[in-house]
């Protein structure tokens, strides 16, 4: 066998192979395991009639556009249909000059990373936060400031405490604040209307730049949060926007959008040519076409109540069979509620093996949700997916071995 290890970049190098993902894609094989672990959506929920109707009309009328090659930051109709879409449900105001179609939004978070970190920089984000933005701001480099969470999502107080503190050459390297504000990934939780504001004017303080990350905004199922993404109430173009149409439409179409200032904008273009010419011109057209004909809308009045009543059927299972030292998530949307145990010595991921096989269920360890090395005894616990009865038969397993660790 020949050695290529030579051959490979530092990054190459020093990426391990999740022992997680490892055992995550034994579990897809194995069907008597009740998984809590994908964040993916219900696939009762894609509309295929629609999209298949779709895909039809747009190959047969816009053929020479939907497969040939295209420009680099999204077909034009494509991001005007965007801008549109942003100012109709979120009250965006976007240029579609300054809008860049991603091939979902985790291609989106790399061109970030890309355009922005250096060896040693630094992002803030919250902690936990999405467990593949930690790893594509980590392959390129960054060293990250946690703030915590509670159920207002980020505490901005800490935020601002940690920015005081910070000598004047590591602020400079700061090159970031990477926030999910609404119905956060891993724990569900919206920040208050007090909060966004806060971080605004941080932002504004500071002179810091933020990377707002929006997947969940349409799955929200309480009636009281607020709903107002930070690019909307942005005064100063402090705010780049990342949107997908992964938990609205279906995560297989790969469409995401950036809409960032001018300057970023045109700089995120050119590091994407680079990286795959363009975005899918046939699943930019689909995705395009279904917003024009409302698909999201009926996706989405569909999709709250399915989700909203799979939460709760978490959330009383947890209360019913977690443990009493176990503090746990209240999510106001999307798919996850984020647990921690408060055992000592409890750590889900190295129990996460016996779990799989002796208890039959599997969760996410919530050790690479965290960005400063803690979070071992925690959990991310995935509703979307499962039937209800899945979640409760899994959520019951999870109890006993926990109890019994
Ligand atoms: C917070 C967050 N950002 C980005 C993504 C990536 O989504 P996609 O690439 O499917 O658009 C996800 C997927 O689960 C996510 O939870």
Redesign the pocket.
């Known amino acids: 066998m020949v050695d290529y290890t030579r051959l490979y970049s530092k990054l190459a190098q020093s990426i391990k192979a999740s022992e997680i993902r490892e055992l995550l894609a034994i579990i897809s094989k194995k069907k008597d395991v009740i998984s809590l672990a994908g964040?993916i959506p219900d696939p009762n929920l894609f509309p295929r009639e629609e999209l298949a109707e779709i895909a039809k009309y747009v190959i047969e009328s816009y053929g020479n556009i939907a497969l040939q090659y295209g420009e680099t930051k999204g077909i034009p109709e494509v991001r005007e249909t965007i801008c549109k879409f942003l100012e109709a449900t979120k009250g965006i105001k976007c240029d579609p000059e300054h809008v860049v179609i991603t091939t979902?939004?985790?291609?989106a978070?790399d061109l970030v990373a890309r355009t922005f970190i250096d060896q040693c920089d630094i992002v803030i984000s919250e902690n936990p936060t999405?467990l593949?933005?930690v790893g594509a701001f980590k392959n390129a480099g960054a060293r990250f400031i946690g703030i915590s969470l509670d159920d207002n999502g980020m505490k901005t107080e800490e935020l601002e405490d940690k920015l005081r503190k910070l000598g004047e050459d590591e602020r400079k390297k700061i090159k970031f604040i990477y926030t999910?504000p609404i119905a956060q990934?891993p724990a569900g939780v919206s920040m208050t209307i007090d909060r966004k504001k806060h971080l605004l004017e941080i932002a504004s303080q500071y002179d810091l730049l933020i990377i707002e990350?929006d997947?969940?905004s349409f799955l929200v199922f309480e009636d009281g949060v607020d709903r107002a993404t930070l690019k909307s109430m942005d005064r100063e173009d402090r705010v780049v926007y990342?949107g997908?149409v992964?938990k609205i439409l279906a995560?297989g179409l790969?469409v995401?959008w950036i809409v960032a200032p001018g300057d970023i904008a045109r700089k995120i273009e050119m590091i994407k040519q680079y990286v795959d010419l363009h975005t899918s011109t046939l699943t930019q057209l689909v995705a395009a076409e279904a917003i024009k004909r409302g698909v999201v809308e009926k996706v989405v009045s569909r999709a709250v109540p399915t989700y909203k009543s799979k939460r709760d059927t978490m959330l009383k299972a947890i209360r019913d069979y977690f443990p009493d030292y176990t503090w746990y998530s209240k999510p106001i949307g999307g798919m996850f509620v984020f647990a921690y145990i408060y055992k000592t010595g409890f750590d889900a991921g190295k129990l996460l093996p016996k779990a799989i096989e002796e208890y039959k269920v599997a969760y996410v360890p919530g050790g690479s949700f965290h960005v400063d090395g803690t979070g071992k005894n925690s959990m991310r616990l995935s509703f979307s997916y499962p039937s209800h009865e899945q979640i409760e038969a899994g959520i019951a397993r999870i109890g006993k071995l926990i109890k019994e660790a």
Request: hydrophobic share 25%.
């Open positions: 964040g979902g939004s985790q291609s978070l999405y593949a933005a999910i990934n990350d997947p969940y990342l997908t992964s995560p790969r995401g």
